[in-house]
Nanobody, 124 residues
Framework: QVRLVESGGGLVQAGGSLRLACAAS????????MGWFRQGPGKERELVAG????????YYKDSVKGRFTISRDNAKNTLYLQMNSLNPEDTDVYYC?????????????????WGQGTQVTVSS
């Protein structure tokens, strides 16, 4: 069982930055593949960035490549998402998710544990 708690969301102007953090409970954080998803009203939850359980594999949605960076600190049981050059299209609720699988999965259905979400709002 893993409990995930996100933090770091908020209101920022276009061009600004935010860093999201996801604190995980339990001793097995390092064995999970992790992802940051976002979801807007009436839309399906989409993978923004993913990080495999190992240190060497990451994934980014095309629209965030070069702007967002996912990282994890297994010693602190924490996943991060550094978001730079934010634009209003990035406005959504962002969720942290953990998968017992070892790969990075783009489908939300492959993730086993979820945080409660944190709102990111980018004003123009």
């Amino acid at each position: 069982q893993v409990r995930l708690v996100e933090s770091g969301g908020g209101l920022v102007q276009a061009g600004g930055s935010l860093r999201l953090a996801c604190a995980a409970s339990g001793r097995t954080f390092a064995t999970y593949s992790m992802g940051w998803f976002r979801q807007g009203p009436g839309k399906e939850r989409e993978l923004v960035a993913g990080h495999s359980y190992s240190a060497n594999s990451t994934y980014y949605k095309d629209s965030v490549k070069g702007r967002f960076t996912i990282s994890r600190d297994n010693a602190k049981n924490t996943l991060y998402l550094q978001m730079n050059s934010l634009n209003p299209e990035d406005t959504d609720v962002y969720y942290c998710a953990a998968s017992i699988g070892r790969a990075i999965y783009t489908s939300w259905r492959r993730y086993d544990y979820w945080g409660q979400g944190t709102q990111v709002t980018v004003s123009s």
